[in-house]
């Protein structure tokens, strides 16, 4: 196990100011050693579990990260989400991500017309990291709604 792996659950807790004994009361864990071996690295905890702590901890990657880390043969298939820090980072990211749609929109028109198929791994390429994009917009919105 790495590093980050052995820490990530216990710095999430720590950024939410929250001590082992009141995150356990809140997870409904058994108890601080239990919690510890998750912190830890020694114990993966179950998706349930993790649940919890993305809305206690108020960290929505939380769930990506972990689906990551438990599962890496998931890991290929799923979205590259980036840190998006203030509501104007995440305006801007879904203003510049429109914009990229409706470019790739326009041509996925123009290879859909004129037949040529080879183009289209190209625009898939780009569609996904705006897919990308904007289920970071999304993490950093949802983020937003468990702190308000």
Known sequence: MTGTRKL????CRENANM???????????ADTPTLSRYENGHSVPDQQLVAKMVLLYRVPNLALWHVRHVNPDL??????ISEL?????????????????????????????????AELK???SGLKKVA?????IAAYVNGRVCVA
């Open 132 to 136: 990308d994009e904007v289920l970071s």
């Open 85 to 117: 820090v203030t509501d104007g980072d995440s305006y801007m990211a879904l203003d510049l991500s429109a914009d990229a749609l409706c470019e790739y929109k326009a041509e996925l028109k123009r290879i859909y017309n004129s037949g040529q198929a």
């Open 122 to 124: 190209a625009v898939g």
């Open 8 to 11: 990530y659950y216990k710095t």
């Open 75 to 80: 890991a290929e298939h799923l979205p590259e």
């Open 19 to 29: 001590t082992q004994e009141l995150a356990v009361l809140h997870l409904n864990i």
